[in-house]
């Protein structure tokens, strides 16, 4: 059974720091870009990074977040740092087997996703 976990969101001020992890189970964990999004509520999803040999992240996040991945552990992380109120979201990771590549956030081109982890940056 292939499963995706996130953990690691919570409750952080703003100028704060979390680490998120993404627990991959099921398949071939190396072989698969891993994405990260966001939805804020009322809003679609967001791609905010991806890696795969290459990584990619959305302009908003750019000197803050940093994507990485331990493949022996079959985990992604994405380290955010200098968090504000507007990275408020819920946090999903997800798996694609293509390589990350300028169209990473689009989210019909990911083959498994995990349930998410809710980030709250209090002002």
């Known amino acids: 059974e292939v499963q995706l976990v996130e953990s690691g969101g919570g409750l952080v001020q703003a100028g704060g720091a979390l680490r998120l992890s993404c627990a991959a189970d099921g398949f071939t964990f190396g072989e698969y870009a891993i994405g990260w999004f966001r939805q804020a509520p009322g809003e679609e999803r967001e791609g905010v990074s991806c890696?795969?040999?290459?990584?990619y992240y959305t302009d908003s996040v750019k000197g803050r977040f940093t994507i990485s991945r331990d493949n022996a552990k079959n985990t992604a992380y994405l380290q955010m740092n200098s968090l504000k109120p507007e990275d408020t979201a819920v946090y999903y990771c997800?798996?694609?087997?293509?390589?990350?590549?300028?169209?990473?956030?689009?989210?019909?081109?990911?083959?498994?996703w995990g349930q998410g982890t809710q980030v709250t940056v209090s002002s």
């Open positions: 890696i795969s040999s290459t990584t």
């Open positions: 997800a798996a694609r087997l293509r390589s990350c590549g300028g169209s990473y956030y689009y989210t019909r081109q990911y083959d498994y």
